[in-house]
């Protein structure tokens, strides 16, 4: 749960520091208060501040972001996970469990966290899209202004091609596209969503790659970019991903220790700094393992580790 609290800096804590402060008007340790401003997660007059020895003075607003319980924090990125840079693009295989975007309660942790401490730059880098946070594979980000303005704009259009690798259960066709819309799912879960009339226009191709007999390693390819588009797609046609929480029966859930859905190839023109160029980001081991345990060999190429 995410929790939040404001306060007005009173006089008596003119020229105190931002962690004694935060521990005083909160009521805790010294230490949870430095892992609250580490994390991102403390404002002084709704700017964010990192700096535990920040003086206050008295009228200012401090604002207090925290989970209950702690988020997980994600072991850092690897050289391994820089897959491209040039001119301010850069692509990143993105690990499955950690968050593209920073939120109000957490910084530290997050894909562009993660990226600036990788890099050791000043500037924050920001993610051009988004992965929901179960997915692997690749992000770009953009470091400087006209970059992430130039991609944004790239983004928007309908040239940059993305392909997915996931496992599902089932046997679809070798080829197929899906065209079903796509909404939130009234009475689910928050965000979950699904396959409904009045839903927003949705479009999916599927490429089966290697099969099983229970299951397939498929090529996917979002055509219009909505919200667990592709999960939600292969779960209405009766093929759901192996390992999603979301959208899979238990016992299909319970096959995989992770979604098996992983960001594989991103096809951008040019139109911006660093483009064109093509990015490829090879399957994590966990996918692969779960491929191994069904039986199934994929293509050389496709699912191989880099």
């Known amino acids: ?60 607003r401090l604002e207090l972001w925290w989970a209950d319980p702690p988020d997980h924090q994600p072991p850092p990125l690897s050289p391994e996970d820089l897959v491209y840079r040039r001119a301010g693009l850069l692509a990143l295989n993105k690990p499955a469990g950690v968050h593209c975007q920073a939120a109000r309660h957490r910084l530290v942790g997050t894909l562009p966290s993660m990226a600036q401490v990788l890099l050791d730059t000043a500037e924050l880098p920001e993610p051009i899209h988004r992965l929901d946070r179960h997915c692997s594979g690749l992000v770009v980000l953009g470091e400087t202004r006209r970059a992430r303005r130039e991609l944004s704009a790239l983004w928007r259009g309908e040239a940059v091609r993305k392909r997915y690798l996931s496992i599902v259960a089932g046997q679809p066709p070798d080829s197929v596209l899906i065209d079903a819309p796509i909404g939130l799912e009234p009475g689910g879960a928050s965000g979950q969503r699904g396959v409904m009339a009045g839903g927003q226009a949705a479009r999916s191709s599927l490429q089966v790659l290697a099969r099983s007999e229970h299951a397939c390693l498929v090529q996917l390819e979002p055509i219009t970019g909505r919200t667990h588009q592709l999960r939600v797609h292969t779960a209405h046609m009766g093929w759901p991903m192996l390992g999603d929480p979301w959208y899979a029966p238990a016992q299909i859930t319970a096959l ?51």
């Open 1 to 60: 749960m995410i929790r939040n609290a404001r306060h007005e800096v009173p006089q008596q804590l003119d020229g105190e520091r931002l962690d004694r402060a935060a521990a005083a008007l909160q009521g805790w340790s010294r230490g949870e208060a430095r892992r609250c401003i580490e994390r991102g997660g403390a404002y002084v007059d709704r700017k964010r501040v990192r700096t535990a020895s920040r003086k206050l003075r008295p009228g200012q």
């Open 256 to 306: 995989a220790p992770r979604l098996c859905l992983h960001a594989w190839q991103l096809s951008l023109p040019a139109g911006a700094p660093g483009t064109p160029c093509e990015l490829e980001a090879a399957a994590p081991p966990a996918m692969l393992e779960v491929l191994a345990a069904l039986g199934i060999s994929p293509p050389a190429g496709p699912a191989s580790p880099a």
